[in-house]
């Protein structure tokens, strides 16, 4: 139903223990299309379809200056509040904020955005909080993060975006187990999403249940054969069951699908962790 954060879990193996980093893109953090707030703007402008249209563009190239250059974004964001721009002038800023690394004040003003948006519109305030409860995330404030996100399950229980998003949150507070049962019920409503089925493999991972993991993982790789976060996790799989020659083919794999990615990285951090193997 949402579009919050994209969410890009990058695994990593900190030896001697195996731990799970999932790290929120930030470059794509709190991105909606400009047609998420067309209801409000068409609600300012009912007479005026050619302003709507116009602030709907405007509001989009916000969007997208916000993940390019934040400072730019959030000073244009500004100037367009000052001469009418409301809701998505707001909202722009709140994105841009988030770039700048100014998280928790983002997250503020995406709830305060949330309480402004007319109470009919449903969706828009849901998805807002929702991206509120993302950027809390990002401050290390779990607690508020989970407050939000159980409360908007009160009302969309079977949206699998919100499922994910609470479990990525449970995970980080160590809590694997319900995360696994979020991501198990988002799974239920979209059974082929490679990137929810790779979140699964590494809880399942994380709670020593490896069988359960490379499953997962060979679901996702099969759905997906060129997305590197699976090959840089089955990777991951392979060296804790001893298999350093398989390992390093597949986060080899990761460098030819990801060039100086976030997985690309990873990998070779891995890849150099690794002894030499003898042949």
Not at 16 to 32: W, Y
Not at 239 to 259: C, I, N, R
């Amino acid at each position: 139903m949402f579009s919050p954060i994209p969410n890009h879990c990058y695994l990593f193996l900190n030896p001697p223990r195996i731990i799970s980093l999932c790290i929120l893109s930030v470059c794509a953090v709190l991105g909606l299309s400009g047609s998420v707030f067309s209801q409000t703007l068409g609600s300012q402008d009912q007479d005026n379809p050619a302003r709507s249209a116009e602030q709907s563009e405007i509001y989009d190239r916000c969007l997208v200056e916000a993940r390019r250059d934040p400072e730019i974004a959030y000073a244009k964001a500004l100037s367009w509040l000052e001469v009418g721009g409301g809701l998505p002038a707001r909202h722009c800023a709140a994105v841009a904020m988030v770039g700048m690394g100014d998280h928790a004040e983002a997250a503020t003003r995406l709830e305060r955005l949330a309480e402004d948006v007319p109470a009919e519109d449903t969706v828009i305030r849901a998805g807002l909080l929702a991206q509120a409860a993302q950027a809390w995330n990002l401050t290390g404030r779990l607690d508020r993060a989970e407050e939000i996100q159980t409360r908007l399950l009160g009302l969309f229980p079977n949206d699998p975006q919100l499922r994910v998003d609470r479990a990525l949150v449970r995970m980080q507070a160590g809590r694997t187990w319900e995360a696994v049962d979020d991501l198990n019920i988002s799974l239920s409503a979209e059974p082929d999403n490679p990137e929810v089925l790779l979140f699964r493999a590494a809880a399942y991972r994380y709670l020593d249940a490896m069988e359960l993991a490379r499953s997962d993982v060979d679901r996702a790789l099969e759905i997906d054969p060129k997305r590197p976060e699976a090959w840089l996790e089955r990777g991951i799989l392979k060296h804790l069951d001893g298999d350093l020659e398989g390992a390093a083919q597949d986060w080899s794999e990761v460098l030819k699908l990801d060039p100086n990615g976030p997985t690309d990285n990873a990998a070779r951090a891995h890849l150099n962790a690794l002894p030499v193997i003898q042949k």
